[in-house]
């Protein structure tokens, strides 16, 4: 498409139509992204517009892998990482955000082929849906249904029924343990001396 702008129309038209392109850009050329690393089953890098993203995941919280050697992580986080770099990694894909998180990251849905990844998580039974504070605009009740289907299914961590530990629970408990041994070896420090 060419647009002929005489130079003094032009001038005052340039602005209206920079403003024309950002409002309505074409999302499925704009938003294109490569993923080249995928950290654990709900966040991801990517690769795109000379740029370099971190993405989590939005409306899900996969179960949580452990940094350390020495402990594990809870059920099935490998097998969530595992599943979602299966989905997406060295493939383009499209990334809808909804703004900046914790850590620099960008918190967003990820479609591959007009699908949500975010939603084939939760329904794989390998993510469960974060009922913290969601975005404006995304729709939870599609990941409450998946999350429903995949417990009746018992796929993935609800293999275990009602003995399922949240991730968000999880993370609290693992908080706590470090907590009380912080406090416990200061106890021990004190007593030696």
């Known amino acids: 498409m060419i647009i002929y702008l005489p130079i003094k129309r032009g001038i005052k038209i340039i602005p209206l139509l920079i403003l024309f392109l950002l409002v309505f ?12 690393k ?3 089953g709900e966040t991801i890098k990517a690769k ?3 740029t370099e993203i971190k993405v989590r995941l939005a409306g899900i919280d996969a179960p949580e892998i452990c940094k350390s050697i020495r402990e594990t992580g809870q059920p099935f986080s490998r097998k969530s990482k595992e599943y979602l770099a299966g989905l997406v990694l060295n493939k383009a894909v499209e990334i809808e955000g909804y ?3 914790r850590y620099n990251e960008i918190l967003g849905s990820i479609f591959l082929n007009g699908e949500s990844v975010n939603l084939k998580m939760v329904r794989a039974g390998l993510a469960e849906v974060n009922r913290g504070n969601p975005p404006a605009d995304l729709e939870l009740e599609p990941f409450v249904k998946a999350e429903n289907e995949a417990k009746s299914a018992k796929k993935g ?8 530990v949240s991730s968000k629970v999880w993370r609290k408990m693992k908080r706590a343990r470090s907590v009380f ?7 021990c420090e004190q007593g030696v001396k």
């Open 157 to 164: 961590i609800w293999i275990k029924g009602d003995k399922h």
């Open 99 to 101: 703004g900046y998180q």
């Open 25 to 36: 850009h074409n999302s499925s050329f704009a938003d294109q992204y490569r993923v080249t």
């Open 48 to 50: 795109g517009h000379g």
């Open 38 to 40: 995928v950290y654990d």
């Open 181 to 187: 041994s912080m406090i416990l070896y200061a106890l």
